[in-house]
């Protein structure tokens, strides 16, 4: 072609593949590889349901995405008091255990979680032994409903009945309540998938005993600022989830004159039972989580996912201003350290209501600030940095409360964006522990769970639905 000069140096941005960009570089030509793959992963119906989303509704969802990442950044949730489940859970009634997760019937209800639904049967006296309450359970005399269906959060394999003590948290902001249950501790307890015993006597501990001392301890100390205490203990190398010792230091430093107030027959066994649990904080932290995500899934067109549980057979999701659930199969744990004796093949599915940290800056969000995750997570602390960032892939904002000092203060990243999942075929990953899968021996070690992209890629279709044609 006349008058054409080609160029004498060649420089390229190669897109998609990386193979010709490794042929350019062999070559000793300066190349940069963007990585670029097919919008989720190629699939019809979510590619249209993120046409959708991203033509003329995305200025709405974005607007609707702002206001929820305001209010979970910004709720103040403030521990108030200790009351019971059977007094304070909105529409609790009757005979009824709470379970972790989204509902399901006994039969598909996993082992650990059976073996601490009869425990909790037992601890309210409904029933002389497991095997009594067993019965009661298959029958559906004893009914069961999902804790997130009353404001209420509980870990790993835990199911409460109405006697059990439950920490309630106000967040003033948004007008909204949430419960937990009392962390139960490590050894032979029923949120570890044990029946025993001594995991009901541990259950009637805290509602004679860890209950009334907690709720003593509130009288004379007053409400406390939950998420003031995470985030020091973010700094100090806790994620919030998988290690809340940090947080759980400062409380008891905290509260420690009004534990040494207490009455002489609560004072040394609560103060035994609070020194052995360093998990103390998760059960506070998780409830301060729910009191924001309350308020933020009052947010009508949002892509925010608002509700993440598990109760180690299904996995699901809700997403802010929606009342359904999305569901798939409660995925395996992986990137884990077990126990001597243990291993993939003994391990239950992921489980518990703990992922709720995850949505709201803490947990894996958090895995760049802690030494302990990062051992979970290849090692080194670029490994847990790089499980930071993934989270702030899918992300739609930052937290401005919880910074990570080994990445220069960063904020935490805050409010899964279910089309920045389902877009890039990135799902939040769970720091957790590990039960085993049926013999009730309890924990056997602890890992990552990687949230399964099903239940994501439903919701973003179902939202699509909603706001614009239908997109199937």
């Not at 521990?79 to 304070?88: M, P, Q, R």
């Not at 509902?103 to 409904?126: K, N």
């Not at 005399?141 to 006697?163: C, F, K, Q, Y």
């Not at 308020?295 to 809700?318: D, L, P």
Request: charged fraction near 15%.
């Amino acid at each position: 072609m006349p008058g054409l000069v080609l160029p004498e140096t060649v420089e390229v941005v190669n897109v998609g593949l990386p193979m010709f960009a490794d042929a350019v570089r062999t070559q000793g030509r300066p190349v940069q590889q963007v990585d670029w793959r097919i919008p989720a992963n190629g699939d019809p119906a979510a590619i249209r349901a993120l046409t959708i989303l991203h033509a003329d509704a995305a200025a709405g969802i974005d607007e609707a995405n702002a206001e929820v990442v305001r209010r979970l950044d910004e709720g103040v949730p403030r521990l108030v008091g200790v009351s019971t489940v059977g007094e304070a859970v909105p529409g609790y009634e009757g005979r009824t255990i709470l379970h972790c997760g989204p509902p399901l019937p006994y039969p598909e209800v996993c082992d650990p979680l059976q073996r601490s639904m009869r425990a909790a049967v037992v601890a309210e006296g409904w029933a002389a032994d497991v095997a009594a309450a067993e019965r009661l359970l298959r029958s559906g005399e004893v009914r069961l409903d999902a804790a997130n269906h009353h404001d209420t959060v509980v870990p790993m394999a835990s199911a409460v009945g109405p006697s059990q003590p439950v920490i309630v948290v106000e967040n003033a902001e948004g007008g909204t309540r949430a419960y937990s249950s009392l962390n139960q501790g490590p050894g032979e307890v029923a949120w570890f998938g044990r029946d025993t015993d001594a995991a009901i006597a541990r259950l009637r501990f805290l509602a004679d005993t860890a209950g009334p001392a907690v709720a003593s301890i509130l009288d004379a100390a007053g409400p406390l600022d939950l998420l003031a205490i995470a985030a020091q203990g973010i700094t100090m190398g806790d994620d919030l989830h998988m290690r809340t010792q940090a947080a759980t230091n400062l409380l008891t430093r905290t509260w420690l004159p009004h534990i040494a107030a207490l009455p002489d027959a609560a004072r040394v066994p609560f103060a035994q039972y609070l020194a052995g649990n360093h998990l103390f904080f998760l059960n506070l932290a998780m409830a301060a989580a729910k009191s924001l995500q309350l308020h933020a899934e009052q947010v009508e067109g949002s892509s925010i996912v608002t509700t993440m549980s598990r109760n180690g057979t299904t996995f699901g999701i809700k997403l802010a201003g929606a009342p359904d659930w999305h569901l798939t199969e409660a995925p395996p744990i992986g990137e884990a350290l077990y126990y001597s004796g243990f291993g993939p093949e003994t391990s239950a599915r992921d489980i518990g209501d703990s992922a709720v940290l995850e949505l709201t800056g803490m947990g894996g969000p958090a895995a760049g600030g802690s030494a302990a995750v990062a051992a979970f997570l290849g090692g080194t602390m670029a490994d847990a940095a790089a499980a930071t960032e993934g989270f702030r892939a899918i992300c739609a904002g930052t937290s401005s409360r919880f910074t990570l000092p080994p990445m220069g203060f960063a904020g935490t990243p805050l409010g899964v964006d279910v089309r920045k999942v389902v877009e890039l075929g990135i799902t939040p990953k769970v720091t957790t522990g590990i039960l085993h899968v049926d013999a009730g021996t309890g924990q056997v070690g602890a890992g990552v769970a990687t949230a399964p992209l099903e239940c994501f890629t439903d919701a973003l279709v179902a939202l699509a639905g909603r706001i614009g044609p239908t997109a199937r």
